[in-house]
């Protein structure tokens, strides 16, 4: 039976039950007398291995049953909880999810996983799986892999050469090579030792693949397969000639043992699918069964398709609104009733045919907040902190291309949380707060934006610190600093490389960050505030556009060339008089309902060509980015339009204040401007 047609359900049915795992293991450890729970990951566990034994990934489905031992020991009270069982379940799910994303990505969902199956044996027989010393673990695994370095990882061609070489005489050897812990080229030790190897014999395989070694995406050591006529002492001295290398392991391949081993691990996946089989068609989970009333099955009222299908069709719609723009505009020449009301009508029709394809495209948040307990609960533990995260609107929607965005930015905020927000425990107590920290992570719908809150109830911003260590930075000079509201003051911790930690750790430290974080959010066309106040806590707030293919902009001209401002970033439009404009610090202002608002000539920024006279009176689109306002002064008002947000492509990365372009009714190109550029 071909399985390909079936591969792409199982991944995601896949995902679905390990974030399933993921969720009410999450729930259990904060109410472990609850067995239903264990009940649940229990059937979501049987589920996947089921599913794995049939498509063929073996260990995938081995790894899965040796962890649903440990969850039927548990609902049948045989085995405690602790913190320690968690962590290892944890990390099972961790790598189980790691076979299922290479199986996503064409691989053949392999991983080792001898660790994480020899502690929960130990969790099954009783005993705790952190017992053995790491010294005792390290040897043993150094062992394994001496033993065993590819055994059974040949693919058929490999295993055909290997036979084939004994076969005429050959010997055949898997090499440990071992680099020094102060080697800078790697790669280049790597091509040395393959040089020295080539010219002794045949190299079968190595391990990390040959693209990963020239990449240097591996540690000190890497392994290679050989077969050669010399013996494995002759190879040995030859290595170690290599300048660099540090140790180097030969051991020769007993390819009758293996062969041996692969049939018989080969009979135990065949056993364990006869018995699957069997199992299928046995009643199972009697006692659940008796206390459950029959469930009808609901019938499934959706259907899976292809992101790409959807681009495609999102790509032929923006075609559409854009052929629908030239029929307005043909209609308004020739001022004919009867096309007039057929393309009012059309108007209508796309109009909702465009609500029900942006629909289709909306991803609810939880695809991304999903991912946050496990890390919140395992980074707690790192910073030996209690913390609860809390989430809410997790259901709300946002554009498929913003959510494959938004990941790390909240990622960074959340640690963010956790390392400068929420306290220690006894700093907590100490204060008169709850032990537990408590972080919010809310999202929800105004207007045609969504709003991501990330609120803390840790130790707030110090202003005074941030200011300290801005001038410290050279990010500002006193005088500036002693003009800035508290607003502006906490923004200093989206600079690049500021950070107030005082020691480098794997959280935080290093500076990057939180600017990585403004950059992303302003690129998908939103927007990132604080407001904080000090030992109550934190609220970073994230404004992001519903979709980012087609949006409503002012459409204005200069001179004769047209451009789209974003109605997302306009404030209002005015018409000034040339006189109203004055100049402060080289830069021509106006007087605003009493504020001091900087005026852009969007015709001198652009270089626009002139060819008409300046008349008296100036047209202004007032914009925001946070906080900040700038006039932009154009020639004149066109219009409020929806158009179709087009790329500008490889070769126009660098076009100063522009983020793409549009096709207009008339087949002009207008070119769209990012006010975020333009505002400083």
């Not at 990934?57 to 405690?80: C, F, G, P």
């Not at 950059?519 to 806590?537: A, F, P």
């Not at 158009?643 to 070769?651: A, E, F, Q, T």
Request: with cysteine; glycine share 6%.
């Amino acid at each position: 039976m071909d399985m390909n047609q079936y591969l792409e359900v199982f991944i995601e049915e896949s995902k679905e039950h390990l974030q399933t795992c993921s969720e009410q293991l999450l729930v259990l450890e904060k109410n472990p007398e609850d067995l239903s729970i264990v009940n649940e990951i229990f059937r979501s566990a049987h589920t996947l291995k089921g599913m794995s034994a049939t498509m063929g990934y073996e260990d995938l489905a081995n790894l899965t049953h040796k962890m649903e031992n440990v969850l039927d020991a548990i609902r049948n009270s045989q085995i405690a909880l602790s913190p320690e069982l968690f962590d290892v379940i944890f990390l099972a799910v961790d790598d189980l999810e790691a076979m299922v994303m290479s199986i996503a990505e064409g691989g053949d969902g392999k991983r080792n996983v001898k660790d994480v199956v020899h502690q929960l044996e130990m969790i099954e027989k009783g005993e705790s799986p952190f017992s053995s010393t790491i010294a005792e673990i390290a040897a043993a695994s150094a062992i394994l892999e001496k033993k065993e370095m590819f055994a059974g990882e040949y693919d058929e061609f490999e295993w055909t050469v290997l036979q084939q070489s004994k076969d005429q005489g050959f010997n055949s050897f898997e090499i440990s090579i071992g680099l020094r812990e102060d080697c800078l080229l790697k790669a280049a030790r790597v091509f040395m030792v393959f040089e020295v190897l080539e010219k002794s014999g045949e190299v079968i395989k190595s391990h990390p693949p040959v693209e990963l070694l020239e990449e240097e995406q591996f540690d000190r050591q890497f392994m290679v397969t050989m077969v050669t006529t010399e013996s494995g002492e002759e190879i040995k001295k030859k290595i170690m000639k290599v300048t660099e290398v540090d140790q180097v392991v030969v051991n020769a391949l007993d390819l009758e043992s293996m062969l041996h081993a692969a049939n018989s691990n080969e009979d135990k996946v065949t056993e364990i699918l006869k018995q699957e089989s069997n199992n299928a068609l046995l009643p199972t989970d009697n006692d659940d069964k008796k206390n459950q009333a029959p469930v009808k099955p609901a019938s499934s009222k959706t259907i899976r398709v292809n992101i790409e299908r959807l681009d495609i069709l999102m790509n032929l719609f923006e075609e559409l609104v854009i052929d629908r723009g030239r029929l307005d505009q043909i209609s308004r020449d020739l001022d004919n009733q009867e096309l007039h009301e057929t393309v009012e009508r059309m108007s209508r029709i796309t109009s909702d045919l465009q609500t029900i394809v942006l629909n289709m495209r909306m991803v609810p948040v939880e695809t991304v907040f999903n991912r946050f307990p496990k890390m919140v609960r395992q980074l707690a533990r790192d910073l030996n902190k209690k913390v609860n995260l809390e989430i809410n609107g997790a259901k709300t929607e946002l554009d498929r291309t913003v959510i494959d965005e938004i990941g790390d930015p909240l990622v960074h905020l959340i640690r963010n949380a956790m390392d400068h927000g929420i306290e220690t425990t006894e700093e907590r107590l100490a204060k008169g707060k709850n032990e537990e920290g408590k972080i919010l992570l809310k999202a929800y719908h105004s207007g045609n934006h969504v709003f991501i809150e990330i609120e803390d109830d840790g130790a707030g911003i110090n202003k005074d610190r941030v200011l300290n260590k801005a001038l410290s930075n050279g990010i500002l000079t006193k005088e500036t600093a002693a003009t800035l509201t508290d607003k502006q003051i906490y923004e200093l911790i989206f600079a690049s490389g500021f950070s107030t930690a005082e020691t480098i750790s794997d959280v935080s430290g290093r500076g990057v960050g939180l600017d990585v974080v403004k950059n992303t959010i302003e690129s998908l066309g939103g927007s990132v505030t604080i407001d904080s106040k000090e030992n109550e806590g934190s609220i970073f707030l994230i404004q992001l556009p519903l979709t980012l293919s087609i949006i409503s902009v002012m459409l204005v001209a200069i001179q004769n060339e047209k451009y789209a401002i974003p109605l997302s970033s306009i404030i209002e439009t005015a018409i000034i008089k040339k006189a109203d404009i004055m100049n402060a610090h080289n830069q021509q202002v106006i007087d605003y309902r009493g504020k001091v608002l900087p005026l852009l000539f969007l015709k001198d920024i652009f270089e626009v060509p002139i060819s008409q006279e300046e008349e008296e009176s100036l047209s202004v689109v007032i914009v925001r980015k946070g906080d900040k306002l700038a006039g932009l002064v154009v020639d004149s008002f066109i219009g409020q339009l929806e158009i179709v947000l087009k790329s500008l492509g490889n070769y126009l990365t660098s076009a100063f204040a522009i983020s793409g372009a549009t096709i207009l009714g008339d087949g002009q190109v207008a070119l769209i401007i990012d006010c975020n550029t333009l505002i400083h």
